[in-house]
């Protein structure tokens, strides 16, 4: 049972998860964020390696909670697919049970 609970747990995670993906205010903070620390990027002085370090380190962490989210959406499809399977052998099992009695 607790496995079950778990994968229910990831599939509830990718639903939220697609609908943040999805959400038009996020997508568009995402991309403005971005191209913020890349304009900045670019226009740091010649010899500003600190400032290009912690701009090119932003940009990679948006990046990165992107991928998180979508990770998140991936194995909620995987979860999914596993109860899916939990259940039709729970069904296959009241099948053999019912023509066992018979």
């Known amino acids: 049972m607790t496995d079950e609970f778990a994968l229910r747990r990831d599939t509830e995670k990718a639903v939220r998860a697609q609908a943040l993906m999805d959400d038009e205010t996020l997508k568009d903070a995402f991309a403005r964020l971005e191209s913020a620390y890349i304009e900045e ?41 596993q109860l899916d399977e939990l259940e039709n052998r729970s069904k296959l099992e009241q099948i053999r049970r019912s023509l066992r009695v018979v």
Do not use: M, P, S, Y
């Not at 912690?54 to 499809?77: C, F, T, Y």
């Open 41 to 81: 990027w670019r226009t740091t002085g010649a010899r500003d390696n600190d400032a290009r370090e912690r701009l090119w380190i932003a940009i990679n962490v948006v990046g990165k909670v992107r991928e998180h989210l979508g990770r998140l959406v991936a194995g909620g499809k995987v979860a999914q697919k």
